[in-house]
């Protein structure tokens, strides 16, 4: 799946998407200091979701292994 592709589809920018093409394993996130800790955890929480999502995209493209969201979803 292009890049574009994974960009688009998650929402996020080419830019980030070739950053985390890059990575060797997907980056840890530091929390602010000004939301709750429920803020905190939820927001932790969508964030990993986010970047493994898309981690997992770039490295089955890069395996040339790729697949759709939807199909991503079913196997769970």
Not at 12 to 39: C, D, I, W, Y
Not at 50 to 59: D, F, G, W
């Amino acid at each position: 799946m292009p890049k574009t592709q994974i960009a688009r589809t998650l929402g996020m920018s080419r830019n980030t998407v070739n950053r985390l093409a890059q990575l060797e394993e997907p980056p840890r996130f530091k929390q602010g200091a000004t939301l709750t800790a429920h803020e905190k955890e939820v927001l932790r929480m969508f964030a990993r979701a986010l970047v493994e999502s898309a981690y997992e995209m770039i490295q089955s493209d890069s395996r040339g292994e790729a697949r759709t969201e939807q199909n991503r979803r079913q196997k769970r």
